[in-house]
């Protein structure tokens, strides 16, 4: 089943239970129509996709494009990304998160909305193994700067070299117009280095 049913699944997820194994699992937030996330799970078998998504159109449209692509390394869950956060990972469960040009919300009203908080970056560093990435891009300077702001006031992370991080990943849909049309992007790159788990909300 590619589409995971929050009703008749275990919490906190367990990945034996919903891909019938255990492999490293890595998990992108806001999949939208799941180019990234198809292209790195059919190079990478070995692993575990799962890609998250709360928009019912384009959660649709990465469960039929699994299913028409035969990949059994990929399940879709529509929710939003406080709900797994905060709600439906285990602590030190998630390899990888992708969070590849979020929302940024550029209306001063709505900055409230945006994605990157100290609170929800340090339930990514919770759900993290250690050792595990978190692997972020933008193309709006503004928004670059308030992650970047949030990110050096995280501790347990330690910065990785974003340029040689990507250098092998597909882009995104996104990423493919932005890079036509020249926009700059943001990148980073980091690593859980706490050993220990971090406090729960």
């Known amino acids: 089943m590619i589409e995971i049913d929050l009703n008749d699944a275990s919490l906190p997820l367990s990945w034996q239970e919903l891909f019938g194994r255990n492999a490293p699992t890595d998990v992108e937030l806001g999949s939208g129509k799941g180019r990234f996330l198809l292209e790195m799970a059919g190079k990478h078998p070995e692993r575990n996709f799962v890609g998250v998504e709360r928009a019912a159109k384009y959660h649709k449209l990465l469960a039929t494009r699994t299913a028409r692509r035969g990949l059994g390394n990929v399940r879709a869950l529509r929710t939003t990304a406080e709900d797994l956060l905060f709600r439906l990972l285990a602590p030190g469960s998630v390899s990888t998160f992708f969070v590849l040009f979020p929302d940024p919300w550029p209306k001063k009203r709505h900055h409230k909305r945006r994605l990157f908080t100290p609170e929800i970056t340090e339930a990514i560093l919770r759900a993290l193994v250690p050792g595990g990435r978190l692997l972020v891009k933008t193309d709006h300077p503004e928004y670059g700067e308030v ?5 050096r006031e995280s501790p347990g992370f330690k ?43």
């Open 147 to 151: 992650i970047e702001a949030v990110f």
């Open 159 to 201: 910065r990785l070299p974003a340029e040689r991080i990507f250098e092998d990943l597909p882009l995104t849909g996104f990423e493919v117009k932005y890079v036509q049309e020249g926009r700059p992007i943001s990148a980073f790159a980091l690593e859980r280095t706490a050993p220990e788990v971090v406090r729960a909300r």
